[in-house]
């Protein structure tokens, strides 16, 4: 079953949602399976509760994954399947907004597809990507990994690329960058993403030679640019 209807991606601070990530066979939806999802539930910007899960796929985990997750056949050979796990984190989520980074063409594909194929069912849960708001909020960074981000923070980002690690890590994050987002309004900077006339890019925003302005995150595809008014 192919996802039809899917959440609105917002770029806001809120004080209630689910941060979740995932680790998986590989970087494919279509073909990778999820190996572990892990999810950390918040009220009133504090941690309410977990859920973390390893996964059997029911085939062998690549040497290459392995040696990004750590996750080993041995490690799953007894976890439950993807029917059971997938229905169980949606339980955990239910209606909130989820949180996390890089999910917008990563993680959520795999959502979709483990849901649609397994229970027949969509998810249609807003969503707040943090890679995106990294890279608005802190355009001074040249990489907005989830460990550039951390580390920009002053966090340790030992121990990442564990689901339930990165859950903490991120959830740390985006409550400094929802800060930020915040300060930039008050400042009178829209916080609003804005879209590119040029290509239809998001315009993010950079620190140039002379202050701050747009740039089409198309680059160098795209060179729009556009003031900071």
Known sequence: MRQKNKGKRLNSYIEDYVVFDLETTG?????????EISAIKVKKHNVAGEFSTLV?????????????NGITDAMVKDAPCMEIAIKDFLDFIGDQ???GHNIHTFDLKFI????????????KNDYIDTLYMARNCLPELSHHKLTDVAAHFGMDTEGAHRALYDCVMNQRCYE?????????KEEGVDGREQVC???GGI??????KFGMFYGC?????CRFTRNVR
Do not use: Q, W
């Not at 483990?114 to 027949?120: H, Q, R, V």
């Not at 315009?203 to 140039?208: A, F, I, P, Q, V």
């Not at 995150?217 to 595809?221: E, K, L, Q, W």
């Open 27 to 35: 970087i494919n939806p279509l073909k990778d399976a999820i190996i």
């Open 56 to 68: 059997n796929p029911g085939r062998h985990i690549p040497a290459g994954a392995t040696a990004v």
């Open 97 to 99: 907004v989820l949180v």
């Open 112 to 123: 979709y597809n483990a849901t649609g194929n397994c229970l027949n069912r969509e998810v």
């Open 176 to 184: 400094e960058l929802g800060k930020l987002l915040e300060k930039r």
């Open 197 to 199: 006339p040029d290509c």
């Open 203 to 208: 315009l993010m925003l950079r620190k140039g």
């Open 217 to 221: 995150s198309g680059y160098p595809a």
